[in-house]
């Protein structure tokens, strides 16, 4: 069909122009005395994302799994206990992954369309007096429910049981998008990947270290460590430290790095994490008063401001909507994952985006569902979208006036 395709999967995401531009490139030397050039950069601009002066950023050839596997492998040890919340298709992957390796996950059952609680979490380290909970996992955006965690409180949580543990979080389809603060919350390994609010191509498991979480790798070095090779941080920071690399890195992934970083520090990383509430509060508009629908999350605090997971009425399959926007509009939805399959669609809203693109989806979503027999008003997502978008702006030129 012509006309543009519409991807609105919560990754991966848009890529824009600008980035494309950046990545056609020729081939060069990874060992050439120049390279340094392109890469020292990337780890400051890392930090700078992550929001933290002290801790160490890695780039790995690899996707958002690689960095889990990166960050639990290099700081425990085998059968180390780890603490981790689930509710949600990619909590539970990471769970699936640490158990894998041989870790001791105590698992933390929540509701789906809920997040991570700070009252289990703190439950469970009071109660653990031997410390024997060396890590706490978090997801602070599970993406297969659209429920965003409040990530400082669980620091906060950690902090009043006394605990030594290390708070581990992925940010995945956040760090970029929603605010993350890597220092201030005192986050010892936070991760994520190319090809979400970064709107590259997947390709980069980007991860970063506190000095804490580094000293425990140390620590646990001594103590039947976890095994890693491809993933070994001592390898990455040997070469990195001149803006090396142990192996041969995706130079078009780099260069497309640097134009995402350029891009996210133009807007203002404030700005960004605005522009997606702002883009997502449409949506939530056109889903809960235009369609009269449910979202997944079971209360406003979780809502998510790069994906929302909407809940298709008693009767419907979401996949019947998913599979009529993309064959008839052109429009990639994101599925229904694990428990959740066939009960909702997510529309995802992250990366390079605005208001006209957000538009498409919801009315494509919406012709979709009308398609497939689901009861909604004509135009009634669009509607309510437009106000919130109309009128953000009205009063953002009343305020400049
Ligand atoms: C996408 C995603 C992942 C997995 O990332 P891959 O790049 O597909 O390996 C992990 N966690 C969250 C929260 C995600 O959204």
Not at 165 to 192: C, P, Q
Not at 383 to 396: G, L
């Amino acid at each position: 069909m012509p006309g543009r395709h519409f991807l609105h999967v919560p990754g991966p995401t848009n890529v824009p122009d600008r980035i494309l531009n950046a990545m056609h490139r020729p081939m060069e030397d990874h060992r050439s005395p120049v390279f340094p050039q392109l890469v020292l950069p990337l780890f400051d601009g890392l930090k700078k994302l992550f929001k933290t002066t002290t801790g160490q950023a890695f780039i790995f050839p690899a996707t958002g799994t690689g960095s889990w596997e990166a960050v639990l492998t290099n700081t425990l040890s085998l059968g180390d206990t780890v603490l981790a919340s689930r509710y949600g298709q990619f909590s539970h992957l990471w769970i699936d992954l640490a158990t894998r390796h041989g870790l001791n996950v105590v698992v933390q059952e929540e509701p789906w369309g809920t997040g991570a609680s700070p009252e289990h979490i703190h439950a469970a380290l009071e109660a653990d007096r031997d410390h024997t909970i060396r890590a706490v996992m978090v997801v602070q955006n599970e993406t297969a429910t659209g429920v965003t965690s409040d990530v400082a409180a669980v620091r906060r949580a950690i902090d009043a049981a006394k605990h030594p543990a290390l708070l581990f979080v992925d940010g995945v389809s956040s760090i970029g998008s929603i605010d993350f603060r890597m220092d201030e919350w005192g986050v010892d390994g936070a991760i994520t990947g190319s090809q979400k609010a970064l709107m590259l191509p997947a390709g980069l498991g980007i991860s970063c270290f506190s000095q804490k979480a580094l000293d425990a790798g140390h620590g646990a070095r001594r103590n039947n460590p976890l095994r890693r090779v491809f993933f070994d941080i001592d390898d990455m920071q040997k070469a990195n430290k001149d803006g090396y690399f142990p192996y041969t890195p995706s130079l078009p992934l780099l260069y497309g790095l640097r134009e995402s970083l350029a891009m996210l520090e133009e807007e203002g990383l404030e700005n960004v994490f605005a522009r997606h509430r702002f883009l997502a509060s449409g949506v939530r508009a056109a889903v809960l008063e235009g369609w009269a629908l449910k979202l997944c999350p079971q209360e406003p605090k979780w809502y998510s401001d790069t994906v929302s997971a909407v809940m298709v009425p008693e009767g419907f399959n979401g996949a019947d909507v998913i599979s009529r926007a993309f064959k008839r509009y052109n429009l990639a939805l994101g599925a229904g994952l694990s428990q959740m399959a066939g009960k909702l669609f997510r529309i995802g809203h992250l990366g390079d985006l605005n208001e006209l693109m957000c538009l498409a989806a919801i009315t494509g979503s919406e012709m979709a569902m009308r398609d497939v027999g689901i009861k909604v008003e004509p135009g009634s997502g669009a509607a309510a979208a437009e106000e919130v978008y109309r009128n953000a702006e009205a009063a953002a030129t009343q305020k400049a006036a």
